[in-house]
Every structure is written in C-alpha cells, then in structure tokens.
Nanobody, 119 residues
Framework: VQLQASGGGMVQAGGSLRLSCAAS????????MNWFRQAPGKEREFVAR???????TYADSVKGRFTIFRDNAKNTVYLQMDSLKPEDTAVYYC??????????????WGQGTLVTVSS
C-alpha cells in the first residue's frame, strides 16, 4: 500500500480546506483509513478515522468541523476541514494502521501535507 496525501495549503481562520489521500492497491475498501496531524513542537495526534464500511470517528477537537469520507472506487479518502482555527495548523498525515485493519501486514503512512491557518 502506498499513500499519497495532498491538498494542504494556507487559509485564514474560519476558512475551509479539503485534504485527499490516494491509496494504491486493490483492497482499499477493506481497511480503515486515518488522518493524524502533528503541530510544530507537539506529538502526532489522531484526527479522524473511517472504516471500510464508512463508519467514522473523530477527535473531540475537530468534531463538528471536520468530516472524513471515502470514495472506494477512486481508492481515496478525504478530510473536509471547515471552520478552521489557527490551532489546526499542522502537518496532516493519512495512515492505514494494522491495529484497526488486521489484514494489513504492517502500518502505512502517507508523506504528510502542511496546513497553515492564519488568524
């Protein structure tokens, strides 16, 4: 599995961005996909997860503002980010993690895409 994240950029507070993560492989629909983020000087933190079936989970800090969804026909997972705040500034990573998808042989991470929210 190879993951390619894109869509980051600079936006003003209150604005929106949509991140994309394209996955290689033919079994994309069978495993959960995750978004994490890492702000400068901080540890990487969980943002959102979506199961192959479409069920989703969010961190409290983004609940109601971010939406994770997937298009299995395109092997792509998205993170729609609305009402962005300066504290959302971080490098965002998509990941397929074995702990949530035991059929995966290991964890897979995308390369990260930078989101900068100005006040």
């Amino acid at each position: 599995v190879q993951l390619q994240a894109s869509g980051g950029g600079m936006v003003q507070a209150g604005g929106s961005l949509r991140l994309s993560c394209a996955a290689s492989g033919r079994t994309f629909s069978s495993y959960s996909m995750n978004w994490f983020r890492q702000a400068p000087g901080k540890e990487r933190e969980f943002v959102a997860r979506i199961a192959g079936s479409g069920g989703s989970t969010y961190a409290d800090s983004v609940k109601g503002r971010f939406t994770i969804f997937r298009d299995n026909a395109k092997n792509t997972v998205y993170l729609q980010m609305d009402s962005l705040k300066p504290e959302d500034t971080a490098v965002y990573y998509c990941a397929a993690l074995r702990r949530y998808s035991p059929t995966l042989p290991r964890d897979y991470w995308g390369q990260g895409t930078l989101v900068t929210v100005s006040s």
